[in-house]
């Protein structure tokens, strides 16, 4: 199994508060992405890194922010948390792109209340 | 834009049927990846078979085979005498560059 952590498992918040998701690998791989799940919708990617310091917009990356400041580490930042973004995270993984598969993380449980 | 329907949303067999999950893809691009992967109760997410564009074999590991058709834009997937432990959430997906979009997912239930 891929060598990622994802950090909380769980987190119940409160509407307006700022909330911090990390994700931690002991692969090295170059690329690293962060996903939510929800009924209906499969996985939806919010940002990506192609490298440190190196990140891009996905499909779903309003509200969210993203910082890489170690090969290791990707973190996924809700500036202010809404009901709207209740879900479960996934982190991923991989070594290229284009193709290259992406190993995933167990996933954290967000709940806005 | 591409775009992976899954259009069997739950799907119940009995043990030892054999189940075939359907994904239709959308894409511009000649160069593509398809994917499957199987979210079982526990949660997580386990990466089952790649394919790229320009490999139209299919493919058979144990008790899976996969069939893709570039003249229906379909990866579909079959679990021949299906079993209990194959009950899960399975996602098809479709990468075009950095970016990998799936499918809504179907879930498979195996009754004993």
């Known amino acids: 199994d891929a060598g990622i952590t994802q950090s909380p498992r769980h987190k119940v918040t409160e509407t307006g508060t700022p909330v911090t998701l990390r994700c931690h690998q002991t692969?090295?791989?170059?690329?690293m992405y962060w996903y939510r799940q929800d009924p209906g919708h499969g996985l939806r990617l919010i940002h990506y890194?192609?490298?440190?310091?190196?990140?891009d917009k996905g499909e779903v990356s309003d509200g969210y922010s993203v910082s890489r400041s170690k090969t290791e580490d990707f973190l996924l930042t809700l500036e202010s948390a809404t009901s709207s973004q209740t879900s479960v995270y996934f982190c991923?993984?991989?070594?290229?792109?284009?193709?290259?598969?992406?190993?995933f993380g167990p996933g954290t449980r967000l709940t806005v209340l | 834009a591409q775009k992976v329907t899954q259009a069997q949303t739950e799907i119940s067999v009995v043990e030892k049927e054999d189940v075939t999950l359907d994904c239709v893809y959308e894409?511009?691009?000649?160069?593509?990846?398809l994917f499957w992967y199987k979210q079982p109760p526990s949660g997580e997410l386990v990466f089952l078979i790649r394919?790229?564009?320009?490999?139209?074999q299919n493919e058979i590991s144990g008790r899976y085979s996969w069939n893709f058709q570039k003249s229906t834009s379909s990866f579909n997937f079959t679990i021949t005498a299906s079993q209990v432990v194959d009950s899960a959430v399975y996602f098809c997906?479709?990468?075009?560059?950095?970016?990998?979009?799936f499918g809504a997912g179907t879930r498979l239930t195996v009754k004993p």
């Open positions: 997906a479709l990468s075009e560059y950095n970016d990998m979009r």
């Open positions: 991923a993984i991989s070594e290229g792109y284009r193709g290259n598969e992406q190993f």
């Open positions: 394919r790229n564009s320009f490999d139209e």
């Open positions: 894409t511009r691009d000649t160069t593509y990846y």
């Open positions: 692969e090295n791989h170059r690329y």
């Open positions: 890194s192609y490298g440190v310091k190196d990140t």
